[in-house]
C-alpha cells in the first residue's frame, strides 16, 4: 500500500524556520519525481516545489513565491523528501502535502498533509 | 505563467444529475492536464490524468474531454459522494498551476 506521511509541522513566527518531512513506503521511492503542494485554510491548491530523481540528477523546480526561500531535498536511501522553510511570512501559512509524481507527470497520490501557522 | 481558469467557481444539483465543469488555460497545454476531486478536510484525490484518462478505480461515471486550452470534466449521474470541489491543473511547463476550484453543493 503506497503511504506518505507528513510530519514537521505548527506555530513558527514570521521571519522563522521550519522543516517539514514526508515518509514514503509501498512503492519504488527513488523513481519517482516527488512534490510539494500547499493549501491555505479555506483556499485553492498552489503547487510549492518538484525533486527529480536520481537519473534526473535531484534537480529542483520552485514556485516563485517561495524561490529563495524554500529548499526542496530528497534522502532516498530514508525514501523520504524534506521542504526547509525559512525566511517566514504569514502568506505561508497552509496545509502542506507530500505528493508522489505518476509516469504521466502527473500528481497521482497525496500524503494527507500537515499544517504550518505563521503567526506572531 | 500558465493561467488556469474554472468555471462555474460553484454549483448546485441534484443526486442523479449530469454535471459539467470546465477548464481553460491561458495557453496550449497539449493534454496536460489533471483532474482532482477534493472533499473537506481530505487531501485531494486524482479522477483523471492527461486529459482523458481516468484514474484507476475511479468510477466510471466520471470523464474528461478537451485539448489545447479548453478542458471538460463530467459526471455522467451525480452521486451523493460526489459532492465536493473539483480543479484542474496543468503540468505542461513550470510552475505548475491549478484552476481555482469548482464546489459541487446539493441542490
Known amino acids: 500500500e503506497v503511504q506518505l506521511v507528513e510530519s514537521g509541522g505548527g506555530l513558527v513566527q514570521p521571519g522563522g524556520s521550519l522543516r517539514l518531512s514526508c515518509a514514503a513506503s509501498?512503492?519504488?521511492?527513488?523513481?519517482?519525481?516527488m512534490d510539494w503542494v500547499r493549501q491555505a485554510p479555506g483556499e485553492g491548491l498552489e503547487w510549492v516545489g518538484r525533486t527529480r530523481n536520481q537519473a534526473n540528477s535531484y534537480t529542483t523546480e520552485y514556485a516563485t513565491s517561495v524561490k529563495g526561500r524554500f529548499i526542496i531535498s530528497r534522502d532516498d536511501s530514508k525514501n523520504s523528501i524534506y521542504l526547509q522553510m525559512n525566511s517566514l511570512k504569514t502568506e505561508d501559512t497552509a496545509v502542506y502535502y507530500c505528493v508522489r509524481v505518476g509516469l504521466s507527470y502527473d500528481l497521482g497520490f497525496w500524503g494527507q498533509g500537515t499544517l504550518v501557522t505563521v503567526s506572531s | 505563467d500558465i493561467q488556469m481558469t474554472q468555471s462555474p467557481s460553484s454549483l448546485s444539483a441534484s443526486v442523479g444529475d449530469r454535471v459539467t465543469i470546465t477548464c481553460r488555460a491561458s495557453?496550449?497545454?497539449?493534454?496536460?492536464l489533471t483532474w482532482f476531486q477534493q472533499t473537506p478536510g481530505k487531501a485531494p484525490k486524482i479522477l483523471i490524468h492527461d486529459a482523458s484518462g481516468l484514474q484507476g478505480g475511479v468510477p466510471s461515471r466520471f470523464s474528461g474531454s478537451g485539448s489545447g486550452t479548453d478542458f471538460t470534466l463530467t459526471i455522467s449521474s451525480l452521486q451523493v459522494e460526489d459532492f465536493a470541489t473539483y480543479y484542474c491543473?496543468?503540468?505542461?511547463?513550470?510552475?505548475?498551476?491549478f484552476g481555482g476550484g469548482t464546489k459541487v453543493e446539493i441542490k
Open positions: 491543473q496543468q503540468h505542461k511547463s513550470y510552475p505548475l498551476t
Open positions: 495557453q496550449d497545454i497539449n493534454n496536460y
Open positions: 509501498g512503492f519504488s521511492f527513488s523513481a519517482h519525481y
